[in-house]
């Protein structure tokens, strides 16, 4: 079946780190992937999403490409903020609409 | 425009009661998704509606959840009676099906806490 796999967390980086948080998948055919953040007390909320393999989605300086040839879709930002602590999502989708969810990684920032 | 409303933000109520939370979509998506977040299980996916009608309930925890989507613009989960391991954040969320790659767009959550 469908499945999201998510690197286990907290992950913790000073100000300014490089962030990297792995996510793998396993799915029939060709799914859309997606990254959700939920920051405290809100709900998820899309970050960036990729349709087709070779995609990259971008928004808010994170970044994520969709790799077929390894099944990934790992979420990468070149300078964390102490605003981006929150617990990150990666979600897949594949013609339906009930999109399989990981199960989060936490990140935390630190000044 | 505004988002996902979900209502109330907080309920406590004591183990045996009634709960309803509310969840009111965004005007013209026609998908509707109810999930549980907590911290031993994560997020997990309840049930979801296309066009007022339940597709997947699979994910109902027993007979005690019920959930109902009576027009396009509202929906409600029951607990009936509640337990105190129904205490969870329950999260309303909502998309447009037939367009591809639609994302789902999420209420702010009703904290629940059954004592």
């Known amino acids: 079946g469908n499945s999201v796999t998510q690197m286990e967390g907290p992950v913790t980086l000073s100000e300014e780190a490089f962030l990297t948080i792995n996510c793998t998948y396993t799915a029939t055919g060709y799914p859309s992937l997606f990254w959700y953040v939920q920051y405290p007390g809100e709900g998820l909320q899309l970050l960036l999403k990729?349709?087709?393999?070779?995609d990259k989605g971008s928004n808010k300086g994170f970044e994520a490409t969709y790799r077929k040839e390894t099944t990934s879709f790992h979420l990468e930002k070149g300078s964390v903020q102490v605003s981006d602590s929150a617990v990150y999502f990666c979600a897949l989708g594949r013609g339906t609409d009930k999109l399989i969810f990981g199960t989060g990684t936490r990140l935390q920032v630190f000044p | 425009d505004a988002g996902v409303i979900q209502s109330p933000r907080h309920e406590v109520t004591e183990m045996g009661q009634e709960v309803t939370l509310r969840c009111k979509p965004i005007s013209g998506h026609n998908s509707l998704f109810w999930y549980r977040q907590t911290m031993m299980r994560g997020l997990e996916l309840l049930i979801y509606?296309?066009?007022?009608?339940?597709?997947?309930d699979s994910g109902m925890p027993e007979d005690r959840f019920s959930a109902k989507m009576p027009n396009a613009s509202f929906s409600t989960l029951k607990i009936q009676p509640s337990e105190p391991r129904d205490s969870a954040v329950y999260f309303c969320?909502?998309?447009?099906?037939?367009?591809?790659?639609?994302?789902?767009?999420f209420g702010d959550g009703t904290r629940l806490s059954i004592l």
């Open positions: 969320a909502s998309s447009l099906q037939g367009a591809p790659n639609q994302p789902q767009h």
């Open positions: 990729a349709t087709k393999a070779d």
């Open positions: 509606f296309n066009n007022n009608v339940p597709i997947d």
